[in-house]
């Protein structure tokens, strides 16, 4: 595994743990019967069943504005570790299913290898949330972005590291205000 996926991954592994930490989209969206949170300004979206959360679509099949072999790599080891996308949720009326590895039980079937957008994607109210409480100002478009260039290999070492550093800062941005832990894998759903 090349340097630079390995930074990838590291910065997943961060922002996974910031999701775990801020404890947010569980009691907040997807415990709701329907989300309270607009995903579109487009009407359908508004009454999605809170356990979708914010995963109504084949994210992880996103297409970056340039393709890499790195990406590539990264869709395999998916498919290896956890299969193909199969969701056997009901189908939600108006929309369809939810993303192909969504599940109802546990949400994000995908603990890692994850598409950019999967990774970074904050709404709205969690992204409001977050600069009030924690003065973190989270821009999901630009942090998809930068990973995006990550993979492409357009940073160099010290960006990369500095893009490390910042994910860890706000973990421990939030655990210095929230104190230890208090997620619980089991109710959760959707962690991105
Ligand atoms: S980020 Fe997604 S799952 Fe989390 S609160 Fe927002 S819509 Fe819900
Ligand atoms: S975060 Fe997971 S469930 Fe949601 S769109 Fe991405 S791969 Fe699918």
């Not at 990838?8 to 801020?22: D, G």
């Not at 009326?93 to 970074?120: D, F, N, V, W």
């Not at 990550?150 to 990369?160: A, R, T």
Request: charged letters at 30%; proline letters at 5%.
């Amino acid at each position: 595994m090349t340097e630079i996926i390995e930074s990838y991954l590291e910065i997943e592994r961060a922002k996974n743990t910031f999701f775990e930490e801020l404890d947010f989209c569980s009691p907040n969206c997807i415990q709701k019967p329907f989300s309270n949170f607009k995903l579109s300004k487009r009407g359908r979206m508004l009454t999605l069943p809170g356990y979708v959360g914010c995963c109504p679509r084949d994210y992880f099949d996103s297409i970056m504005d340039t393709d890499s072999l790195r990406l590539e790599w990264i869709r395999l080891e998916r498919k290896n570790k956890f299969g193909k996308p199969k969701n056997k949720d009901p189908k939600i009326p108006m929309i369809g299913r939810a993303c192909g590895y969504h599940s109802r039980e546990t949400g994000c079937r995908l603990t890692s290898y994850k598409q950019p957008i999967c990774i970074s994607y904050v709404c709205n109210e969690l992204k409001e949330y977050v600069s009030n409480t924690f003065d973190i100002h989270l821009d999901p478009v630009v942090e998809g972005k930068r990973l995006e260039q990550l993979l492409i290999g357009e940073l160099s070492k010290q960006e990369i590291n500095n893009l490390i550093i910042q994910e860890w800062e706000h973990v421990a941005q939030v655990r210095a205000i929230n104190g230890s832990s208090h997620y619980d894998r089991t109710l959760t759903s959707c962690v991105r």
